[in-house]
């Protein structure tokens, strides 16, 4: 039997443990309350529709388009690729600030970066280039893993699986946060598609994966109490677009349909 002064210091190591274990649950260290999650996954995009709805109705408003300027403080931006001219879509690398022009319908205040060559939207089947859709110019595999959510374009970085998402004032250079952020992706084989969200001043507001659907259709939203979410780190996969899916340890996961709230200018 063991005596008293060995059995305080294991209780003690598993009462520290356990609080470890439910500070790691926790969504980061902002101090407020925890946000909600909605995911959902699927074959085809039917599967998702519901999800991606009651992730809308959380923003308590209406898709509020692509005008400048913040429209109060309910509502969201959506961002369906589909509408982009193909100079600059695939082949072509996307402009980083396009969903940011001053002028309607591209001011819904998101600027995209990536630490890798740049970012691309998926060619459409009639593009004068005679790319494949769905990142087929990539590689031919892709244009029969990825599905599509919104007809017909994607989007994805490529050189690298990183892609960073800031906030503005719609239209403007000013700063702005949102209540919560939320994406459709294609063919999440493994958990290293996530998301990680950022206040004004860099602290994580915690990290959520996506929801793993071979060949299919993935929905993640995270949504806070109060526009506090100032960047989004998003992963993609294991790795950059190229190689073959499912080839050694290879994921590649691209994405659809973008929704955030509407943007807030920081106090
Ligand atoms: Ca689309
Ligand atoms: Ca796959
Ligand atoms: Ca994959």
Redesign the pocket.
């Known amino acids: 039997m063991k005596s008293r002064t060995t059995l305080y210091p294991i209780l003690l190591s598993i009462l520290l443990l356990a609080l470890g274990a439910l500070a790691c649950s926790l969504p980061g260290s902002n101090g407020g309350n925890a946000p909600t999650i909605l995911t959902g996954s699927g074959n085809d995009a039917a599967s998702i529709t519901a999800v991606v709805e009651e992730y809308r109705a959380l923003f308590g408003g209406e898709n509020n388009g692509g005008d400048p300027g913040t429209k109060g403080p309910d509502g969201f931006r959506e961002i369906n690729w589909d509408t982009l001219p193909d100079e600059l879509a695939a082949p072509n690398l996307y402009a980083p600030d396009f969903f940011n022009q001053p002028e309607a319908p591209r001011a819904r205040g998101i600027v995209l970066n990536t630490p890798g060559e740049g970012l691309m939207v998926s060619a459409d089947r009639d593009n004068p280039y005679g790319a494949l859709p769905r990142f087929g110019n990539l590689n031919p595999q892709y244009a029969d893993?990825f599905k599509t959510f919104s007809e017909e374009r994607l989007f994805s970085p490529v050189g690298s699986h990183i892609v960073n998402l800031t906030f503005f004032v719609p239209g403007t250079n000013t700063p702005a946060t949102v209540k919560g952020f939320g994406a459709v992706y294609?063919?999440?084989?493994?958990n290293h598609t996530a998301f990680e969200y950022f206040d004004k001043d860099g602290n994580s507001l915690g990290k959520f994966e996506t929801p793993i659907s071979?060949n299919g259709l993935s929905f993640l939203g995270v949504m806070f109490d109060e526009a506090i979410v100032y960047r989004v780190e998003v992963r993609y996969?294991t790795g950059p677009l190229g190689p073959n899916?499912?080839e050694g340890d290879?994921?590649?996961?691209v994405m659809d349909n973008f929704i955030f709230g509407e943007p807030q200018v920081l106090p």
Not at 250 to 253: F, I, P, R
């Open positions: 893993i294609l063919d999440v084989d493994t071979d996969g899916d499912g290879v994921d590649v996961a």
